[in-house]
């Protein structure tokens, strides 16, 4: 008669020793999230939305602050506030998408933003972004203010581009 100790060994290949577990365990197909993976679930859109509705006159005031800022490089001026304004605009915007999970909200971020902006540009008495480079001599601050009108509505779409490509669902690796 065979040993029955021996019989129940993991050693033999009959009875392999590596368990694979697909979930966290005591938890059922279908099972609600815990609260402690609940944050993995995302938002609620109305939540992101407003959110991004609210962060893109921020940004706005924010950036119409920022753009005006030159540095005087010998006799060289480089609207460096024009660009970190367009920079916190897209990286705003690419947070609130990624924060919130969905594409949806990087484009409301820098549209909310632009409308802002264009309301602070048409102002007929005291304008706060000058955008005309017909003036004679060139005023630094049109330039300024054109990178940051312009320089908006393109971050907004790379910004949207960017948050896409970072939530697009991936494939899973197939052995080859």
Same mark, same amino acid.
């Given at each position: 008669?065979?040993?029955?100790?021996?019989?129940?060994?993991?050693?033999?290949?009959?009875?392999?020793?590596?368990?694979?577990?697909?979930?966290?365990?005591?938890?059922?197909?279908?099972?609600?999230?815990?609260?402690?993976?609940?944050?993995?679930?995302?938002?609620? #859109? %109305?939540?992101?939305?407003?959110?991004? /509705?609210?962060?893109?006159?921020? *940004? !706005?005031? &924010?950036?119409?602050? =920022?753009?005006?800022?030159?540095?005087?490089?010998?006799?060289?001026?480089?609207?460096?506030?024009?660009?970190?304004?367009?920079?916190?605009?897209?990286?705003?915007?690419?947070?609130?998408? #990624? %924060?919130?999970?969905?594409?949806?909200? /990087?484009?409301?971020?820098?549209? *909310? !933003?632009? &409308?802002?902006?264009? =309301?602070?540009?048409?102002?007929?008495?005291?304008?706060?972004?000058?955008?005309?480079?017909?003036?004679?001599?060139?005023?630094?601050?049109?330039?300024?203010?054109?990178?940051?009108?312009?320089?908006?509505?393109?971050?907004?779409?790379? /910004?949207?581009?960017?948050?896409?490509?970072?939530?697009?669902?991936?494939?899973?690796?197939?052995?080859?």
């Amino acid at each position: 008669m065979q040993d029955r100790s021996s019989a129940l060994t993991d050693d033999d290949d009959r009875r392999p020793a590596a368990v694979v577990v697909s979930q966290p365990i005591g938890t059922a197909v279908g099972d609600r999230p815990t609260r402690k993976n609940a944050h993995r679930q995302g938002i609620p #859109l %109305w939540w992101a939305f407003l959110v991004s /509705a609210v962060l893109g006159p921020v *940004v !706005a005031v &924010l950036g119409t602050a =920022l753009h005006g800022q030159q540095w005087d490089v010998e006799g060289l001026t480089l609207p460096v506030g024009a660009a970190a304004a367009v920079l916190l605009a897209g990286s705003v915007a690419v947070f609130v998408a #990624l %924060w919130a999970r969905t594409v949806y909200v /990087a484009p409301v971020v820098g549209g *909310v !933003a632009y &409308l802002v902006v264009g =309301l602070f540009a048409a102002s007929e008495d005291q304008p706060l972004v000058l955008t005309d480079l017909g003036m004679d001599p060139l005023l630094p601050a049109a330039v300024a203010g054109t990178i940051w009108v312009f320089g908006l509505a393109v971050v907004t779409v790379v /910004a949207s581009m960017v948050s896409w490509w970072v939530l697009r669902p991936r494939r899973a690796n197939r052995p080859a």
